[in-house]
């Protein structure tokens, strides 16, 4: 099963919202892909809208999601999304300084937390970083830190949808069509993690 991780060393900078909304889009052009929520506040399976209790649990455009509150109990819910058929596990991982094992590991940063992206340690075959809620950042100096690197602006129509617990990027999302610049980046971001896979 292929693992690919939201994570970073620092919280609120929208590994969640990231996770939640690539599950969705892998779900609809991929593969069967599954949600595991390691965060000890489960809000990606809130936003797929499955239980907040250790399990799996059918979410949101019948995505399984297994929700564990722990890195610790990754081997399991891993297992658990092997029985209902899926072959990619996307990951929403807590604030941590170093990842378990991954297939890719997308590095999500604000511009504040970029000082310490040299910290964090993916142990990841391929690495992408993502800074979220951003615009005109110099990504060169980060490069060498990741296999690539991808700029989303911020969106106050995403910011407002994962306060209603509703990932923006469902296609029958009301504001779907209004996401512009934030849609395009974050297709740019699921194209450089389906290079990533396909290498």
């Not at 604030?95 to 590095?107: C, E, G």
Request: contains cysteine; proline residues 8%.
């Amino acid at each position: 099963m292929m693992r690919i991780g939201f994570c970073f060393v620092k919280g609120g900078t929208g590994k969640t919202t990231l996770a939640s909304s690539a599950v969705l889009y892998l779900n609809a052009v991929a593969a069967t892909a599954g949600l595991i929520d390691a965060s000890p506040v489960p809000m990606a399976s809130l936003l797929l809208a499955a239980g907040v209790q250790p399990g799996v649990h059918a979410g949101r455009e019948d995505i399984p999601v297994a929700v564990t509150r722990t890195p610790e109990a990754l081997d399991a819910a891993l297992r658990a999304l092997e029985k209902v058929k899926a072959s990619i596990a996307v990951i929403d991982l807590p604030p941590m300084a170093k990842t378990p094992r991954l297939d890719v590991a997308v590095i999500v940063s604000d511009p504040p937390g970029l000082e310490f992206v040299g910290d964090f340690k993916a142990d990841a075959a391929h690495s992408i970083l993502a800074v979220n809620m951003a615009e005109g950042v110099d990504l060169g100096r980060y490069k060498g830190l990741a296999n690539s690197a991808v700029t989303l602006p911020y969106s106050p129509a995403v910011a407002r949808a994962y306060q209603r617990l509703t990932p923006a990027i469902l296609p029958h999302h009301p504001k779907a069509r209004s996401l512009g610049r934030w849609k395009k980046a974050f297709l740019r971001l699921m194209g450089e993690v389906a290079r990533q896979v396909r290498r």
